[in-house]
């Protein structure tokens, strides 16, 4: 069986994000992506690390 390659770190297969004051959006496909609401910031979740990791690993903002 063929192994398969790991997509490099940066802007693996075309992934992408952007975000706005209520929403961070992060597609691989303009038909597959996730909307993460920064309210979850209220229950702990660490919206500027997500925000540092996406620009780490999948490139700038688009």
Same mark, same amino acid.
Request: aromatic residues 8%; charged residues 25%; glycine residues 4%.
């Given at each position: 069986?063929?192994?398969?390659?790991? @997509?490099?770190?940066?802007?693996? =297969?075309?992934? =992408?994000?952007?975000?706005?004051?209520?929403?961070?959006?992060?597609?691989?496909? @303009?038909? %597959?992506?996730?909307?993460?609401?920064?309210?979850?910031?209220?229950?702990?979740?660490?919206?500027? %690390? %997500?925000?540092?990791? %996406?620009?780490?690993?999948?490139?700038?903002?688009?």
């Amino acid at each position: 069986m063929p192994r398969r390659r790991r @997509p490099s770190s940066s802007n693996a =297969a075309g992934a =992408a994000w952007r975000q706005n004051d209520q929403f961070i959006l992060i597609y691989r496909v @303009p038909i %597959l992506f996730h909307i993460v609401p920064k309210s979850i910031a209220r229950e702990g979740f660490d919206i500027p %690390l %997500l925000v540092q990791r %996406l620009a780490e690993h999948v490139g700038p903002e688009r």
